[in-house]
């Protein structure tokens, strides 16, 4: 028998602290600011979603009809539309190269917890879209994050590619039925057939419309579960239009992770001031030209200013998404700017449970088991109301932190993960 070799006692009482949440003192406070300033978007763009049904506005046939109403609907589209929910994407693939980085540094396992977080985040998504809202998000972001485990271990060039061919790939399609739906008016009758068929899904999408508006503001509890539960699967259709962008920016969020862009900013200033720059100098008239499109384009046609106004939005996206999260990392630098700016790290380290707690207030004062005010807030009163719910979140993100270390479903999330009780009490 072979003897054993004598270990000092330290070592070889020594035992790996078992995996757990990152505590708050090690957070990067640039993150939280920029995952708090995105909630404040998405709730700009999602109020739409919240107080008229997704059919009519899938269909650009908004409500829209005082002037009011129409400027603050091209404000939102222009400055907020695919911005805001890109820059979510962006911190979400970052945040899986800071876990990883993290979970090498202790020599823990990475993959098998990152699968649990995202199915806990699964489970939480789907309960979020069948009981509270339709315009759930994070059953997307769980399912795609499965699919950036793939290229957690690629080349920062091979992650700007895959980027690439994925802000790509829905204009392609839309070019494709444009140029399917040209060719085939050239064929005898089929422009005719082309147009009954148009007019029939128009007609489709009216009558859908009418009824969610009458399940929504009228209906009882039973009638308002199952118009959600129509809703939810109509709108899981349209993944292959706006998932691809999302898993863009996660690839372009792994990129700035593996680069450690934001760990050492000073070495990467001029990177981020170009960012800003090119960010805004693509970013501004390709969201004009997205507007534009997007406002005098037919929507009963295969027209390609369809083809257009997707083109400009997967450039005008992720480009002033990008502006935005380096014009804010440059002014959280000043003291003055970071003293105004700090108060929105408390609303990014809870946004999963801002982001629920959005759709909670919101379809509350629409619904008809709450106010009854789904279908006639119009754009410009709803952009107000969005501001006013935004504003509330963050005294109220302040005062829970103070005194406890999770918000309410990043405790249950990180519970889920880990697979025991975290403590919640600072």
């Given at each position: 028998?072979?003897a054993?070799?004598?270990?000092?006692?330290?070592?070889?009482?020594?035992r790996a602290?078992?995996?757990?949440?990152?505590?708050?003192a090690e957070?990067?406070?640039t993150?939280?600011?920029?995952?708090g300033?995105?909630?404040?978007?998405i709730?700009?763009?999602?109020?739409?979603?919240?107080?008229?049904?997704?059919?009519?506005?899938?269909m650009?046939n908004?409500?829209w009809?005082?002037?009011?109403?129409?400027?603050?609907?091209?404000?939102?589209?222009?400055?907020a539309e695919g911005k805001?929910?890109s820059l979510?994407?962006f911190l979400?693939?970052?945040g899986?190269?800071?876990?990883m980085e993290?979970?090498?540094?202790?020599?823990a396992?990475?993959?098998?917890?990152y699968?649990?977080?995202?199915?806990?985040?699964l489970?939480?998504?789907?309960?979020h879209?069948?009981?509270i809202?339709?315009?759930?998000?994070?059953?997307?972001?769980?399912l795609?994050?499965?699919?950036l485990?793939?290229?957690?271990?690629?080349?920062?060039?091979?992650?700007?590619?895959?980027?690439?061919?994925?802000?790509?790939?829905p204009v392609?399609i839309?070019?494709?039925?444009?140029?399917?739906?040209?060719?085939?008016t050239f064929?005898?009758?089929?422009?005719?057939s082309i147009q009954k068929?148009?007019a029939?899904?128009?007609?489709?999408?009216?009558?859908?419309?009418?009824?969610n508006?009458r399940?929504?503001?009228?209906g009882?509890?039973a009638?308002?579960?199952a118009?959600?539960?129509?809703?939810?699967l109509?709108?899981?259709?349209?993944?292959?239009y706006?998932a691809p962008?999302?898993?863009a920016?996660?690839?372009f969020?792994l990129?700035?992770?593996?680069?450690?862009?934001?760990h050492?900013?000073?070495?990467?200033?001029?990177?981020?001031?170009r960012?800003l720059g090119?960010?805004l100098?693509?970013?501004?008239?390709?969201?004009?030209?997205?507007?534009?499109?997007?406002?005098?384009?037919?929507?009963?046609?295969?027209?390609?200013?369809?083809?257009?106004s997707a083109?400009?939005?997967a450039?005008g996206?992720?480009?002033?998404?990008?502006?935005?999260?380096?014009?804010?990392t440059?002014l959280?630098r000043?003291?003055?700017?970071h003293?105004?700016?700090?108060?929105?790290?408390?609303?990014?380290?809870?946004a999963?449970?801002?982001?629920?707690?959005q759709?909670?207030v919101?379809?509350?004062?629409f619904?008809?088991y709450?106010?009854g005010?789904?279908?006639?807030?119009?754009?410009?009163p709803g952009?107000?109301?969005?501001?006013i719910?935004?504003?509330?979140?963050?005294?109220f993100?302040?005062w829970?932190l103070k005194?406890?270390?999770?918000?309410?479903?990043?405790w249950?999330w990180?519970?889920?993960?880990?697979?025991r009780r975290?403590?919640m009490?600072?």
């Open positions: 028998m072979q054993v070799p004598d270990i000092p006692p330290v070592i070889g009482e020594f602290p078992p995996p757990a949440p990152v505590a708050p957070r990067i406070e993150l939280d600011v920029l995952r300033f995105a909630l404040l978007g709730l700009l763009v999602n109020m739409a979603l919240f107080s008229w049904p997704c059919y009519d506005l899938f650009a908004q409500p009809t005082t002037r009011a109403d129409v400027a603050a609907d091209w404000l939102v589209r222009i400055f805001f929910i979510f994407s979400f693939g970052l899986m190269a800071i876990q993290r979970a090498a540094a202790r020599g396992g990475f993959v098998g917890r699968a649990r977080r995202l199915l806990a985040l489970a939480i998504g789907l309960a879209a069948f009981l809202w339709e315009g759930d998000i994070l059953v997307v972001y769980a795609f994050g499965f699919l485990l793939a290229f957690r271990y690629r080349r920062p060039t091979t992650l700007l590619v895959w980027a690439g061919i994925c802000l790509v790939l392609l839309y070019a494709l039925l444009a140029a399917m739906m040209t060719l085939a064929v005898p009758g089929a422009a005719e068929e148009l029939a899904t128009n007609a489709w999408y009216e009558q859908a419309s009418a009824e508006l399940a929504f503001a009228h009882n509890l009638e308002v579960f118009q959600r539960a129509r809703n939810v109509f709108l899981y259709q349209y993944v292959w706006y962008m999302f898993f920016m996660f690839l969020g990129y700035a992770g593996r680069r450690r862009l934001l050492d900013l000073e070495a990467n200033l001029g990177f981020i001031r960012t090119w960010g100098a693509l970013g501004l008239p390709a969201n004009l030209i997205y507007t534009v499109t997007y406002a005098v384009a037919d929507p009963a046609s295969a027209s390609p200013l369809w083809v257009v083109a400009t939005l450039v996206g992720p480009a002033l998404c990008l502006a935005y999260a380096a014009g804010l440059l959280l000043r003291p003055g700017a003293q105004w700016l700090h108060p929105l790290a408390a609303v990014g380290r809870m999963l449970t801002n982001y629920l707690l759709s909670v919101c379809t509350t004062l619904y008809s709450g106010l005010w789904y279908g006639s807030v119009g754009r410009a952009v107000v109301l969005a501001l719910i935004y504003a509330a979140q963050i005294p993100s302040v829970w005194r406890f270390r999770f918000g309410p479903m990043e249950l990180r519970t889920l993960t880990y697979a975290q403590p009490r600072l």
